[in-house]
């Protein structure tokens, strides 16, 4: 099995953030993201954005981590 990277394990925790993320908008109306960093400001553009490009790394990773 391959071991993870640094890049992987940043890519695996984003994801996992955004998931979560939605998870609370879907069962409580309460976007995480935006309360702490301002709604649609910078800061929540740059992490929405690298939530999605680090969702898009562990689609491409995942059957390279998969393969025996």
Not at 2 to 7: E, G, R, S, Y
Not at 10 to 33: E, H, Q, R, S, Y
């Amino acid at each position: 099995m391959n071991k993870l990277n640094v890049l992987d394990w940043v890519a695996l925790v984003l994801v996992i953030v955004g998931g979560l993320n939605w998870g609370l908008v879907g069962i409580m109306d309460f976007d995480l993201v935006s309360t702490i960093f301002g709604d649609m400001s910078v800061i929540s553009r740059v992490v929405y954005t690298l939530v999605g490009l680090s969702a898009v790394y562990i689609a491409v990773l995942s059957p390279k981590v998969t393969k025996n």
